[in-house]
């Protein structure tokens, strides 16, 4: 149970690069991914980060999120950007997201601005809001049109699909670009997947473009440290774009999408040069999500999430404490740095 907001200021005395639930993440192209918030209104059964059931819970101040996409914006160069906001969590829960939204499009060099969101908290006024602010496009997760599968998906009492498809219908009058993100659970939504590829073919009928109306089918992952959906085996890759292949055919529609569909391409990424395996010095600035789980600064600009190996669980006496930590996962391919102690 949740029994802990903790909000993130300049002040705070917290980086936040270098973490992969909160804060900025760069993956070396014209994408500034932010994660503004960890709080969700759900508790999906599938959900590889666990939303929804954190013991503690972040909110970033906007004006020191917007001070750092502004260095990064600068350090990539201020020309055809894209910030992504994509929480470990569900961004209409953000209360300052439209003052966000809104002061993104100041910095130099951003061209388009997207989220990802259930959307189950849309309505007329928040629509009205994101229209206003000029948003780009909105990515809504929707695995089916059964509400008594979406419900068990989802663990939501009242999952109003009727509402959510009202509420698409208004994005789709608006400048606003959607894409629908379903998540295919083999032998679970088959069918459903199937429905919604349907719903997006009859809506480009009605007029809409493939840019306007989009679909974007992910795998089913699963993780040692997410939620998994039982009796659900998650097929290889290859199995996965097998089966997208087989249904563009059948359906005479685009599913394999990659960077080129959304103007993705390389650009300098600004992250540690620490590889996996590295220790280094930082201080402890702030317990994290779990019990086991705490933020480490390494320098002004940088964090790194840090596991608490057994029998270690965090204290509010460890903050302020400078130790040594062992690097688990460093990519060069991102700014995330994830780390363990002891070691």
Known sequence: MTHEIKYIKRDSGIPISGLDFIGII?????????????ICNLK?????????????????????????????????????????????????????????????????????????????????????????????????SLNTFNKKLAEYLTKCKDYDIESLLDNINQLLKSKINVLIAPVWFPSQNDEDIEEIIKYIINLRNKGFSDKKIQI????????????????????????????????????????????????IHER?????????????????VSNGRWKNECIGKINEEFSTKILLNNPLEFSESYVGKHLKVKVLKSSSNDNIITTYTPY
């Open 44 to 140: 999906c059964k599938y959900c590889f980060v666990k939303c929804g059931g954190y013991i503690s819970n972040f909110i970033i101040d906007p004006y020191y999120l917007l001070e750092k996409v502004k260095e990064i914006a600068n350090y990539k160069g201020n020309y055809d950007l894209e910030v992504h906001i994509a929480p470990y969590g569900e961004i209409l829960l953000y209360k300052d997201l439209f003052l966000l939204l809104d002061s993104l499009w100041n910095i130099k060099g951003i061209e388009k601005i997207s989220m990802q969101t259930n959307g189950l908290l849309l309505n007329k006024e928040n629509i009205k809001k994101l229209k206003k602010s000029n948003l780009t496009r909105i990515n809504i």
């Open 268 to 284: 300098s990424l600004l992250k540690l040069e620490i590889s996996q395996g590295d220790i280094f010095p930082i201080e402890i």
């Open 26 to 38: 760069d993956r070396g192209t014209n994408i500034i991914e932010i994660k503004p918030i960890t």
């Open 216 to 263: 974007g089918i992910q795998k089913y992952l699963v993780y040692k440290t997410g939620r998994k959906l039982k009796k659900i085996q998650p097929k290889s890759w290859g199995y996965f774009y097998k089966q997208l292949a087989h249904l563009e055919n059948k359906y005479s529609i685009k599913l394999k999408l990659g960077p080129k569909d959304f103007g």
